[in-house]
RNA sequence: GGAGUCUUAGCUCAAUUGGUUAGAGCGCCGCCCUGUCACGGCGGAGGUUGCGGGUUCGAGCCCCGUAGACUCCGCCA
């Protein structure tokens, strides 16, 4: 690919042993040193850099048109490889003890002023997503782009090793009613109906199993209309995998040989498998998430036993009426700012608590404002059983178990990051999440969801709750794999009885009547034959971004969409000529530009 | 739907308590410079301080509104 009549090597790729040789090279000009006399252009493409010399001494029409370049423009250049005079070799540069000089230079084209400079890191994000094409050449960009091309090779070659098939399934397909918002598509032929574009690829895969392909993958596209964040695209990416006649371990084999396939791949590490399971009740009672980030200790601990029968009433009361009091022991954080405390109360209410208490330990004095209502059986208690030293800050929830433990997992964050919490070396701590609720109660539909989606089966020795309707009490078979506290995936054993996924779409509360116009075919499928099976989707698009050490997967996706799901450089979504929504039978019912 | 932060030259930022002609570095243009690698030196151009309104003798700065960006909450089976 390099050797054609632009090039004979790449831009990293010459070296002492080429010294003499005749090539040609092109790409970007990445600067331009120029004394005047000498010239030197640092030739940029994607693989590296190489030195061009041009000296007006040897050609000085080469070196008078070598003047006006500029960085970005576009050249090629022919020319012999020569050596770096001694002592003005580059170490930093692969190619850093050869130069090109050159005998021929073409400018193929020229670059404008350029909207930001290549090399620093611009803070204005809008700008840089409205220069896509160009923000895309820096370094970072490159290797970005390049790690996750390569994250989705390992990934299709390590599940074509284990015997899976690649299908492609629609993208004009159906909207359901569970779940996220759909984005939908007229469809013209048939007027006032709509397509709807897949949230994930899940009934397709599921009826792959009843057609009998067995093991399932794609590297799908899945699109959601929800409000965005820094982890989250209206369009991503998932490796999405089912197989049938299977268990959760087989699952949890795939998804660990693949992830460790992957890092070996792309990281050349060989990371610990099998991984760590811990319930979901385990999870959100000691780290107080259901994606607990395990690099960092900090871990809740109860104190209903200390506080039982306490005098001091808030937490008294607290587990008198059925909730916990917990606390986590911020080590070294006594020297908490007044900011920092604001802060963290801030957050505590907005998950919820009523308020933050907290201790401080400094120069062997509690400091705190509650401190005086505690025995002092209750303070040595709480001494041994936070480890709490000199120095140390420790703080309370008290309050339901959901809400006292999310207060104190989510100050537990926020805590390890004021702290600068940063890990010695790069840490891959990665585990299953088991044992999720099959439903959640939403206060405000007033009905039971499906806590992960409405075809995950219950755990079989749940089956009896499920049957007496003990709903919050019914555990799926469905798990969540996180790394580094970040869910990467999650799946779930499926339903393939139809009396069984009758009786959950009954509980969800959609009626018969939805269930045979929503989910006809897929019970129709589960009547003729469907096996056992069950899968797990990973977010493409997260996985990458972890391993890249990107805080975003903007920063791992060509072209990303902002906050407000609008693509700054091509400007979408956009209006659309009157006669294409004339053709779908489309009237817009009001004109923003009336208002 | 809600909260917070931000918006000054092409880019990154500064401008004291509301007070002179809104500055600096990079980039750009011109001149000089023959071994640099973020080359260097001298000079120059470049601004409706996001937009609209208000308070004031006077607003980049204070107030109200509005637009946009980013982060978060809700939402994301």
Redesign the pocket.
Known sequence: MTRNMYRTHDCNSLRKSDIGKQVALAGWVN????????I?I?LRDREGLT?I?F???ENAQLAKQA?TL??EDVIQVSGKV?A??P????P??GT?DI?IIPSELKILNRAD?????I??E??????R?THRYYDLRRPRFARNLRLRHAVAKATRDYLDSQGFVEVETPILSKS?P????DFLVPSRITPGKFYALP??P??YKQLLMVAGVERYFQIAKCF?D???????QPEFTQIDIEASFVTPDNIFAVTEGMLAAIFRATRNIEIKIPFDRVTYREAVDRYGSDKPDRRFEMELVDLGEIFRESGFKVFRSALESGGVVKAINAKRFAGITIGQADELTEIAK??GAKGLAFIKIENGEWKSPIVKFFSETEKEALQSKLKIEEGDCVFFGADKWEIACEVLGRLRLRIAEMQKFTPVAEIWDFLWVTDFPLF?W?S?ENKW????????RPKAEDMPLFSEKKFPEVRAEAYDVVLNGVEIGGGSMRIYEPELQDKMFETLGISPENRQTQFGHLLRALHLGAPPHGGIALGLDRLVMLIAGEQ?I?DVIAFPK???S?D?MSSSPAEVDPRQLRDLGIRLASNKRDA
């Open positions: 600067v331009t040193r120029d004394h005047g006399g000498v030197f640092d030195q010399v000296r007006p001494e003047h500029r960085s020569a770096r005079l002592g003005t070799e580059n930093n540069l850093g130069e002023d350029l909207p930001f400079p090399d620093a611009p803070h204005n994000e809008d700008l997503m359901t569970e779940g996220a918002r949230q994930a899940q009934q959601r929800e409000d965005l964040r820094a982890d989250r907005l998950y959640e939403s405000e969801n499906a806590m992960h989606h409405p075809f995950t975003s903007r902002n906050n407000r609008v700054m």
